[in-house]
C-alpha cells in the first residue's frame, strides 16, 4: 500500500494529467486534503511541500497554493538521477541506450576528464523518457579508473549517474545551463523537430574518493544533457 501522502499526490498528478486541474488552477488546501483523504494535516503539507520541490505546484504566500507550468521541472540546486526525479512525480521511466562503448578520448575530452589525449575513456548515449516520452538525451564520457566495469552495467534498471554516485560519491560539480538549436541527430532522438530548442546542461563530476587527496578531487565524469524546451523547466525552492 502507498504512504498516504504519496496518496494525495497520485491524486493531484491524475487531476492534473486529466485536465480537471489545469497551470494556475488553485489546489485544495491542506485542511481540505487532510479532510479528503482521512489524513494528518501534517500529511497533506508533506504531499504538498514535496510537489512545490518537484516543480509541480507553487506556493502564493498568504493566497494558496497553484498548479504551476505544465512541464516537469528538474533541479537546478542538486544531483539528482532522472529515474528518482520521474518515479517522485508518479511516472514511468523507460530509457533507450544509443551508445554503450569505450572510445579514445579526443582533445576536448581528455581536457575535461584530465586523462591523456588518445586514452581509452567509456562513452554512453541514453534518452531517457517519461511515460513513453523522451525528456533527456544524455550523452556522457566516463573515467575508467573510477568504474572499470562501466560498460557491463544494466542500465535499464538503474542510470549512470547512479551506479557512479554508488563508487565515486560526489564532492564537487561543474554545471551550466544555455538554450542551444537541437542538432538532427539529437532531435530525432527526442522526437522533436529539427531546429527545436533544447536547454542543454554540461556538467563534469568530482569525486574524492578512496586515495584521492584532498580538495576537489579527481574528474569522474562529463555529461552534456539536453532537455527540449517545450518537456522541461529546470528550477529550484530556496528559503533564506
Same mark, same amino acid.
Given at each position: 500500500m502507498q504512504p498516504r501522502y504519496r496518496v494525495i499526490k497520485t491524486a493531484i498528478l491524475d487531476a492534473i494529467e486529466t485536465g480537471a486541474?489545469?497551470?494556475? +488552477?488553485?489546489?485544495?488546501s491542506e485542511?481540505? &486534503?487532510?479532510?479528503?483523504? =482521512?489524513?494528518?494535516?501534517?500529511?497533506?503539507?508533506?504531499?504538498? +511541500?514535496?510537489?512545490?520541490?518537484?516543480?509541480? &505546484?507553487?506556493?502564493?504566500? =498568504?493566497?494558496?497554493?497553484?498548479?504551476?507550468?505544465s512541464r516537469p521541472m528538474s533541479s537546478m540546486l542538486e544531483i539528482k538521477s532522472i529515474r528518482d526525479e520521474i518515479e517522485l512525480r508518479g511516472h514511468r521511466y523507460t530509457n533507450e541506450i544509443l551508445v554503450l562503448e569505450t572510445s579514445p578520448a579526443s582533445d576536448a575530452i581528455s581536457q575535461r576528464l584530465a586523462v591523456d589525449a588518445g586514452e581509452p575513456v567509456f562513452h554512453s548515449i541514453i534518452v531517457h523518457c517519461e511515460n513513453n516520452l523522451p525528456v533527456q538525451y544524455e550523452d556522457r564520457w566516463v573515467n575508467p579508473a573510477w568504474i572499470d566495469d562501466y560498460l557491463d552495467k544494466d542500465f535499464k534498471a538503474q542510470t549512470a549517474n547512479f551506479y557512479l554516485n554508488q563508487v565515486a560519491p560526489l564532492s564537487q560539480a561543474d554545471h551550466s545551463v544555455e538554450a542551444v538549436i537541437a542538432e538532427k541527430d539529437i532531435a530525432q532522438a527526442l522526437l522533436i523537430k529539427p531546429k527545436e530548442p533544447c536547454l542543454k546542461v554540461t556538467r563534469r563530476t568530482f569525486s574524492r574518493g578512496q586515495g584521492v587527496a584532498t580538495?576537489?578531487?579527481?574528474?569522474?565524469?562529463?555529461?552534456?544533457?539536453?532537455?527540449?524546451?517545450s518537456r522541461y523547466r529546470l528550477g529550484g525552492h530556496l528559503e533564506f
Open positions: 486541474m489545469k497551470p494556475g +488552477s488553485q489546489v485544495p485542511n481540505q &486534503l487532510a479532510q479528503q483523504h =482521512g489524513v494528518s494535516r501534517m500529511t497533506a503539507r508533506r504531499a504538498l +511541500s514535496e510537489m512545490v520541490d518537484e516543480g509541480i &505546484l507553487m506556493r502564493s504566500q =498568504g493566497i494558496g497554493t497553484f498548479v504551476s507550468d580538495g576537489a578531487g579527481a574528474v569522474v565524469s562529463y555529461a552534456v544533457l539536453y532537455h527540449p524546451g
